[in-house]
C-alpha cells in the first residue's frame, strides 16, 4: 500500500495527512504525482527498444493536471467521449496519439475527432463503421480505424467491468471480423491501421492476456492473407492493482509476455492502461460525523459517500480504509458509511478500526474510477482534488470543491 505509519500519524508519499486534514474541507482526494510517474515509467521503459505507444485510459481519471502529467511523459490517450478528447487537447496531449473507444460515438464527436486529426477510431459495429466513413466524405477527409474484436474471454473479474465475453456489448464477433475488415477496405473514407482487443478491467492474471494476444494473431494471419495489412496491434488495457493485500500483476512480466507473443509480427503495440498507472496514487480523506450503535451493529458515519467514491456500492468493491490517527484505544468491528439517503451508501463494510467524532480517515487506492465516477447526487458538492509534487512534495489544488452555485448554475427557474 502507498500509505505509512510514523509516530502513529498516517503518511502519504511523504506527507503527513493529519496536518493536511486540519487545514481543507473534508472529503477529499490527495494524488502523489511521484507514483503516477514511475508506474508509467515502468511500462514504458519495460518495452524497451520495441515499437510501441502506451495510450492512457482518460476515463481512469480525467482530471487536466493528471493529463498534463502524463502527455509530457510522452503518454498517448485512450478516450471514450468528444469531451475526454476535450480534455487530452486542453491539457496538451496529443490528438494524434490518442485512439477513440467505445460502442456510442455520436456524429458530432465523430467530426471533432476528425477535426482534431485523432490517431484512430476503435470501431466496435457495422453500424459505426459506415457512419465515420460517410461523415469522413462529407469532410473530405481519410478516417483511420481498427476494428474492437471480440475475443470472448472469461475473466476473475466483477461482471460489470468485464469486455471480452460474448454477451457484453463491446467489439466484433471473431467470426464476423474478415467481413467487416474486408468492407472497410472497400470504402473510400476509411483507412484501415490496426486491430484492438480488450477483455475487462481489475484483471490479477496474465494468462487471459495471453490468450487474447494468441487469438489476435490467428485474426492477423487470416487479415494477411487476404491483403489486409495492419500497422498496430491494440491489446488494451485492464491489468488489475492490489486493493486487499492480493498479489498484483508485475508490469515488466506483463509486457516482457507481449512482446514475445508479438515479436514475429514486428509491428507497434499499444496499450491502455488506467488503473495500473493511477489506481494506487490515490487517497479520499474524510471525516468522522458522528458514531452510531445498534443491537447488530456499529456504524462510522464519514462526510464521504457514495457520490465520492461509487465503486464499494456499484461493484462490492473494496478499499483499505485506515485511521489517519492511528490510536491506541480498542478497536472494534463497524461498518464505515456516508451521510447519502440510500442503504448502498457504504464505504466499507464489517472493518476493525478505533475511531471517533472528528476523527479522520484515509481511503486507499482510489486514484482510478474515484472522482470520475463522483456525482452531486442529494445535492452534494463534489470533493476538490489535490496532487503532490514529486520534486519538492508541495501539494497544489488541481480541482476545487464544488459550490451550491455551480450546482445550480444550469438549471432554469420553474415559473
Keep these: 500500500m502507498s500509505t505509512i505509519y510514523n509516530d502513529d500519524i498516517l503518511f502519504f508519499d511523504g506527507i503527513n495527512v493529519l496536518d493536511f486534514a486540519l487545514i481543507n474541507q473534508t472529503p477529499f482526494y490527495l494524488y502523489s504525482e511521484k507514483i503516477i510517474t514511475d508506474n508509467f515509467l515502468d511500462y514504458q521503459n519495460s518495452f524497451g527498444d520495441n515499437a510501441h505507444l502506451i495510450c492512457y485510459s482518460v476515463k481512469a481519471n480525467s482530471n487536466l493536471s493528471v493529463l498534463s502529467l502524463l502527455a509530457k511523459l510522452g503518454s498517448g490517450f485512450d478516450i471514450v467521449s468528444g469531451g475526454e478528447l476535450s480534455r487530452v487537447i486542453m491539457a496538451g496531449g496529443d490528438p494524434k496519439k490518442t485512439v477513440f473507444s467505445g460502442v456510442g460515438k455520436t456524429e458530432e464527436e465523430i467530426r471533432f475527432a476528425l477535426a482534431s486529426n485523432i490517431m484512430c477510431f476503435n470501431v466496435e459495429s457495422y453500424d459505426e463503421l459506415m457512419t465515420i466513413n460517410a461523415i469522413a466524405l462529407e469532410e473530405k477527409v481519410i478516417a483511420s480505424i481498427s476494428i474492437r474484436i471480440n475475443p470472448e474471454i472469461d475473466v476473475n473479474t466483477h461482471p460489470y467491468i468485464t469486455t471480452g465475453m460474448k454477451d457484453n456489448k463491446f467489439g466484433i464477433e471473431q467470426s464476423d471480423i474478415l467481413e467487416i475488415y474486408t468492407m472497410a477496405s472497400k470504402l473510400n473514407g476509411i483507412k484501415i491501421t490496426g486491430i484492438d482487443c480488450h477483455i475487462g478491467s481489475q484483471i490479477t492474471d496474465l494468462k487471459p492476456f495471453e490468450e487474447s494476444v494468441s487469438k489476435i494473431i490467428s485474426i492477423i494471419n487470416l487479415l494477411k492473407n487476404n491483403n489486409i495489412q495492419l500497422n498496430h496491434i491494440d491489446i488494451g488495457g485492464g491489468l488489475g492493482i492490489s486493493y486487499n493485500n492480493e498479489e498484483s500483476p508485475n508490469k515488466s512480466e506483463f509486457i516482457s509476455r507481449i512482446i514475445d507473443l508479438l515479436k514475429p509480427l514486428a509491428t507497434t503495440i499499444l496499450i491502455e492502461p488506467g488503473r495500473s ?96 465516477l463522483s456525482s452531486n447526487y442529494n445535492t452534494r458538492l463534489k470533493p476538490a482534488e489535490y496532487i503532490i509534487n514529486k520534486d519538492t512534495k508541495s501539494i497544489r489544488e488541481i480541482r476545487k470543491r464544488d459550490t451550491i452555485d455551480q450546482i445550480l448554475d444550469n438549471e432554469i427557474e420553474y415559473l
Design 277 to 372: 498507472i493511477v489506481g494506487e496514487a490515490g487517497i479520499l480523506v474524510s471525516k468522522v460525523i458522528n458514531t452510531k450503535s445498534t443491537p447488530s451493529k456499529k456504524f462510522i458515519i464519514v462526510d464521504a459517500g457514495m457520490s465520492d467514491l461509487l465503486r464499494p456500492p456499484l461493484y462490492n468493491a473494496f478499499h483499505a480504509i485506515k485511521e489517519v490517527f492511528h490510536n491506541n484505544e480498542s478497536k472494534f468491528l463497524c461498518d464505515v458509511v456516508g451521510p447519502i439517503c440510500e442503504t448502498a451508501d457504504f464505504l466499507g463494510k464489517d472493518r476493525t478500526l478505533s475511531l471517533s467524532k472528528g476523527d479522520y480517515i484515509a481511503i486507499e487506492c482510489v486514484g482510478a474510477y474515484g472522482f470520475t
